[in-house]
């Protein structure tokens, strides 16, 4: 693999030209398409099989208008004020009935007449307690300073046009015209659209800085910058344009993006740092050095790559279409980024030539400054960490099961108005309707029950006795009946719980109502099937929660088998997947503790904490243990090197870090600060996914990778590299390092046919 990655990194640097204008053709035809086919994103987060899925399936083919999504508008006035004054009362309704002239708006007569029941009946279920009163089609908390429009959508709002909810919120705030005194608040899922905003630019900025300090050159920096702006250019803009083919979701391209981002700069960080180390160090051309640089470091950027794509990939065996969809595009962002690094950036850097290093830098390097001053932190640091090995591994084991300490009270879900900032309109609704009305009137549920026998029909008495007795449950505020399908043989109850979406109450509320065996279920011979926003929100977290040990296992075993391929050890692997667990775990627990219990919420710009987004872990494990795999070949792999070239116990440990420890340090840095630019966005999902990867890569890179690896690793000494001659043979060998390609380099180089100028040292002896 090195070779071949020699032969064309060579390639690109000398046929330049026709590199970059391949890849400028590459984002021409996405640019094309994307104009040709649109961007076609939805919020749609379902997941087929679960009940409240199912019963929506249901609803779509007997009764379609019950399945549309469900929605609101709060109508408040001043404190102390009532709304029910004829001058507001004709606002609010001309607001209302301009709603209802939406083609995509449930009209309660429609619905009535669909479902066989009166229009009363019908707009009483949808108004939560009735439709007469002074706000028809409006319900009036009983202080009047709060009146809630509750309607539906013909189709759920994942499938509505983008113009809609806009149309809707316009119609909505019509009423707060000629001073009087209205306030239209819409729901949380009218406002809901994640979007890539303006913090995201503090990561690159951050990003540059650290990429100058460590290449020393303003050209140097500039390379891992444009590669992976054009990486994910391209793949976030390929996502956009292939959008029509496949459902994805509005936060699908921002995580792209994000991951993107960051692979694509440190990728191209490594094999730049690795071509200006070979020609400072070892006095090769920038041609040679470049080409070399590919063949070594670009097979483990490479390697690392398709380890985040597999990673990535595993997320499909757990059989959710949204989140495949994720993985996929995430993935492509990666696999883009990967080939940028190994076909454009080396046609790049023949364009900058000889450049690529300052004349300032050559001197000092000709001078034998550069190489103490680099490593001079590093050995102080490794030699720290070795001398007190023991104490490091128990202080890391013992600070990591801190921190994850919080993981044993972590709630999954999805975000909701309860958990906006306090200055949105989404979390003046929520609290309005509370207030006036109760926390449950901001998550109905839409029942639906079925004889147990076949044959049976659902007669009006079995309906309203069936009404009544969900009425007397502890925790139910409003039971309304709906109606039954034109067949006879399905009922629907709208129904309010007391309780909030999130709240543990209104999970037992749905499972209950659930159970076949239910008091309900028996005395009235029915089946229950239970849908609605807040059902299908319960049964996404608990199939995703159910679905995560899972992954992880998958995680564990695949992070074996590919070390051990990899590394040529069995304590390597067991070591480095130990430390991602411990990893993983304790930055569940931070998150836990910051977007769950609160924890310096002002510092990360939220008002109130809430569950962890449901899918949250799932992506982040994937990710993290991707970029995690990537420090661990980049460090790890330079011990092994050192350790075969020599160097024996603890000094090929020192040796090894010394080489490796600054570009993994600058890289983590960066992904870092690309991953924190995203903490600052205002949604909360993008928040909390960017916290997370941030605080991961933090935690693995500085506590695992750069104090309990090293530590580890001279605890085991020359042990750690051990391997059974029967696996040995079994084993084939990947050559990540480019031993095999230095090895043939150095052949030519002594028989005279020397690839590079004037080679100082010997070709694998340095490593960045």
């Not at 202080?395 to 801190?402: C, K, N, P, S, Y």
């Not at 070709?763 to 960045?768: D, L, V």
Request: aromatic share 6%.
């Amino acid at each position: 693999m090195s070779t071949l990655l020699y032969k064309m990194g060579k390639a690109a640097y000398d046929k330049r030209w026709r590199f970059l204008v391949g890849w400028i053709v590459v984002l021409g035809v996405v640019i094309a398409l994307l104009g040709a086919n649109g961007i076609h994103v939805s919020s749609e987060m379902k997941i087929e099989g679960t009940e409240s899925q199912k019963v929506l399936d249901q609803l779509a083919e007997e009764l379609p208008a019950a399945a549309g999504g469900q929605a609101s508008i709060v109508f408040t006035a001043p404190k102390g004020e009532r709304l029910d004054t004829p001058e507001r009362v004709a606002l609010i309704g001309k607001a209302i009935n301009e709603i209802y002239q939406s083609e995509y708006v449930i009209n309660p007569a429609e619905l009535a007449a669909q479902a066989g029941a009166s229009a009363d009946a019908a707009g009483g279920a949808q108004a939560g307690t009735g439709a007469s009163g002074p706000l028809p089609g409006a319900t009036l908390s009983a202080d009047g300073n709060v009146a809630l429009f509750q309607f539906q959508f013909t189709v759920q709002q994942t499938s509505l046009p983008a113009s809609v909810p806009d149309a809707v919120i316009a119609a909505a705030e019509s009423a707060e015209q000629n001073d009087s005194g209205i306030t239209a608040l819409p729901s949380d899922s009218l406002t809901s659209k994640p979007a890539i905003g303006s913090t995201e630019g503090i990561g690159i900025v951050v990003a540059a800085i650290v990429l100058l300090l460590t290449l020393g050159s303003v050209v140097a920096a500039g390379l891992p910058l444009l590669t992976a702006l054009l990486g994910v250019g391209i793949s976030v803009g390929a996502a956009y344009a292939f959008s029509s083919f496949f459902t994805m979701t509005d936060i699908t391209p921002v995580l792209a993006l994000m991951v993107g981002l960051a692979v694509g700069i440190d990728y191209s960080l490594f094999i730049v740092n690795r071509q200006r180390r070979m020609i400072l160090d070892q006095g090769l051309s920038a041609r040679e050095a470049s080409s070399r640089a590919v063949g070594t470091a670009g097979s483990a950027v490479l390697f690392a790559g398709l380890t985040v794509i597999v990673a990535l990939c595993g997320m499909l065996v757990i059989g959710i279409g949204f989140l495949s969809a994720m993985a996929l595009v995430a993935a492509a962002s990666v696999l883009v980024n990967v080939l940028v690094a190994l076909t454009l950036l080396p046609a790049l850097l023949g364009f900058v030539g000889e450049r690529i290093c300052s004349a300032k830098a050559r001197q000092r390097s000709a001078g034998g400054h550069g190489a103490g001053q680099r490593h001079g932190v590093a050995r102080r640091w490794v030699g720290g960490v070795v001398k007190t090995r023991y104490l490091i591994v128990v202080a890391a084991i013992v600070v990591l099961g801190v921190a994850a300490i919080p993981v044993a009270e972590m709630e999954l879900g999805i975000p909701s108005g309860k958990t906006a900032n306090l200055d949105t309109g989404a979390r003046q609704s929520y609290d309005a309707i509370s207030a006036g009305f109760g926390e449950g009137f901001n998550g109905p549920l839409l029942l639906v029950a079925r004889p147990k026998d076949a044959a049976a029909k659902v007669t009006m008495e079995m309906l309203g006795g069936l009404t009544q007795a969900l009425q007397q449950h502890d925790n139910v505020s409003l039971a309304a009946p709906m109606g039954v399908n034109q067949a006879g043989d399905m009922a629907i109850v709208s129904l309010i719980p007391r309780t909030g979406p999130t709240d543990a109450a209104t999970k037992r509320l749905v499972n209950e109502l659930r159970a076949a065996d239910s008091g309900l279920a028996q005395t009235y011979g029915v089946t229950i099937g239970v849908t609605g926003f807040t059902a299908i929100n319960i049964d996404m977290s608990s199939k995703l929660a159910e679905a995560f040990p899972l992954y992880v296992g998958v995680i564990v075993v695949l992070s074996l088998i590919i070390l051990l391929l990899v590394f040529r050890s069995i304590i390597v692997p067991i070591k480095a997947t130990i430390g991602f667990l411990l990893s993983i775990l304790a930055t569940f627990g931070i998150a836990t503790a910051v977007f769950q219990w609160g924890w310096l919420h002002s510092l990360f710009g939220f008002d109130t904490g809430g569950p962890l987004l449901s899918f949250m872990p799932i992506m982040v494990t994937g990710i993290l243990y991707g970029l995690a795999m990537d420090y661990q070949v980049f460090l790890v792999s330079s011990m092994r090197e050192s350790f075969v070239h020599g160097q024996r116990g603890k000094n090929s440990v020192v040796h090894g870090y010394e080489q490796a420890s600054r570009v993994v340090v600058a890289a983590a840095v960066i992904m870092v600060s690309v991953f924190a630019g995203f903490i600052f966005a205002h949604d909360i999902m993008i928040k909390q996914i960017g916290f997370a990867l941030a605080i991961g890569i933090l935690i693995d890179a500085f506590v695992v990778r750069m104090a309990l690896v090293p530590a580890v690793m001279a605890l085991f000494g020359d042990s750690a590299w051990r391997l059974p001659k029967w696996l040995d043979r079994l084993l084939p060998n990947l050559d990540v390092e480019g031993e095999k390609l230095l090895a043939e380099l150095q052949a030519q180089e002594s028989a005279g046919s020397k690839p590079g100028s004037r080679p100082r040292a010997n070709a694998g002896s340095s490593r960045a």
